[in-house]
């Protein structure tokens, strides 16, 4: 630890003092009877984290999505996680191009901005004008990223531990090989940019959504150069009508969830700033860092289980639980697991116009999300399958989107449009490894 800059250093000390803080009281809490304020602890925590930004802050967001992975107030806090991190500036911009682009980086460019257009967890980007004329996103990564993500991913694993010794609804060992896994991903701007070309691909006869361009030959594993998409954020939406708004959700919902029925394929980031809306109600889909690939036989494994819900059948769903990865499935595991499914799958089963969330307060999601977590913790706690982690995410970002919308739709009809008229083939699916 002595050999790492002391700005590494002094980032590791606050996280492990959030955790050691956090460990402490729980066992005062569980062992002694000492009161804990959740609501107090969850709000410090949380700003240690949105302090620190990058990957961090990420895993904090990704956990806020997994039901009894930690406590609701906790999940209630991390969800406000914005990631937006104060900008570099012009020098360190300069010197990072350099060391990307060469010497001659500015050679290579009609302009480039040095002033941060906008700023994220793990890079920022800055406008650029290309020498044919193009107008650039150019996404540059922060130093040293990947050791930060290392010693991140330590304190999730030690974080993650504590949840389960103290809370023991979920086994947390694949959730934290998944989470690890993407966040390593998402430091290698090649692997992006295929991840870009592959929605390209899937989108090329679709007017309602817009997929940027990939400048490869000003790109590299730590500098993405994209075409800009104008575009306005969906915050500024509160002024158009219910009808644009509801014809935005359409938009969104097709576009997340095609690339997933159609070709295996997810966006594990629906954060508000990964997309904008164009005055015609079609949508920019931005940021492809994050993203899941899934076999044909686990996409499958979804519609199964919206099938044994719809038709009510315990032994389908024992079935596409399996399918699904879940195992040792008692009688009592099921019915817990159902009541997750219900409240995943709800909008989707009921066949007429309505919001994605009967409760807008969320009163009665909560009070499912505590039933489930205090079941599955009398039961000794479930191993949640790995790709559980991103579907999750998916359908609760999504799902936030269209409550801030006011949105309604026939959720049951969009989503029986795709599933009927998918060509999935275990072929066509790039398969995670």
């Known amino acids: 630890m002595s050999n790492e800059p002391p ?142 993500i290392e010693s991140d991913i330590k304190q999730l694993k030690l974080g993650l531990k504590l949840y389960e010794s103290t809370l023991g609804a979920l086994k947390t060992e694949e959730l934290f090989i998944e989470i690890s896994d993407r966040l390593k991903e998402e430091v290698d701007y090649r692997l992006e940019a295929k991840n870009i070309l592959y929605f390209q691909d899937i989108f090329k006869d679709d007017p309602s959504v817009h997929i940027p361009k990939v400048y490869s030959e000003l790109s590299t594993g730590r500098l993405l150069t994209l075409s800009w998409l104008e575009g306005r954020s969906l915050r500024n939406l509160e002024n158009h009508s219910q009808d644009f708004k509801n014809r935005i959700a359409k938009t969104l919902f097709e576009a997340w969830y095609k690339p997933l029925y159609h070709h295996g394929v997810i966006h594990g980031d629906p954060h508000m700033g990964n997309y904008t809306f164009r005055d015609d109600a079609s949508l920019n889909l931005l940021d492809f860092g994050c993203v899941r690939y899934f076999h044909a036989s686990f996409v499958e494994s979804i519609i199964d289980l919206y099938r044994a819900l719809e038709n009510n059948s315990e032994t389908d769903l024992v079935a596409a639980y399996e399918s699904w990865g879940f195992t040792n499935l008692s009688k009592e595991l099921v019915e817990a697991l ?96």
């Open 7 to 148: 700005s590494r250093f002094k980032r590791y000390s606050k996280i492990s003092g959030a955790l050691s803080g956090a460990a402490t009281r729980y066992v005062g809490e569980r062992f002694f009877g000492i009161s804990i304020d959740h609501d107090s602890q969850a709000q410090t925590f949380t700003r240690v984290m949105g302090n620190l930004k990058g990957p961090i802050m990420k895993i904090a967001q990704f956990l806020a999505t997994v039901p009894g992975a930690i406590p609701e107030e906790y999940a209630e806090e991390f969800q406000q996680l914005q990631s937006e991190a104060p900008a570099m500036g012009g020098y360190f911009v300069r010197r990072r191009l350099q060391g990307e682009l060469g010497a001659d980086w500015h050679e290579k460019f009609l302009s480039f901005d040095e002033k941060t257009a906008a700023a994220a967890s793990l890079g920022q980007v800055h406008r650029a004008v290309s020498p044919e004329g193009d107008l650039l996103a150019c996404k540059l990564q922060y130093p040293d990223m990947a050791s930060v």
């Open 338 to 433: 159902t009541l997750w499914a219900k409240m995943l799958y709800d909008p989707l089963l009921e066949n007429r116009v309505r919001p994605i969330k009967q409760d807008i307060s969320g009163v009665e999601g909560r009070e499912i999300a505590a039933r489930v977590h205090a079941e599955l913790r009398r039961l000794g706690g479930v191993t949640p399958p790995r790709e559980f982690v991103f579907l999750d995410r998916a359908a609760v970002g999504i799902g936030a989107v269209f409550m801030r919308l006011g949105a309604e739709q026939n959720w049951h009809r969009l989503f029986m449009e795709l599933i009927e008229g998918r060509t999935l083939s275990s072929e066509e699916t790039l398969a995670d490894s």
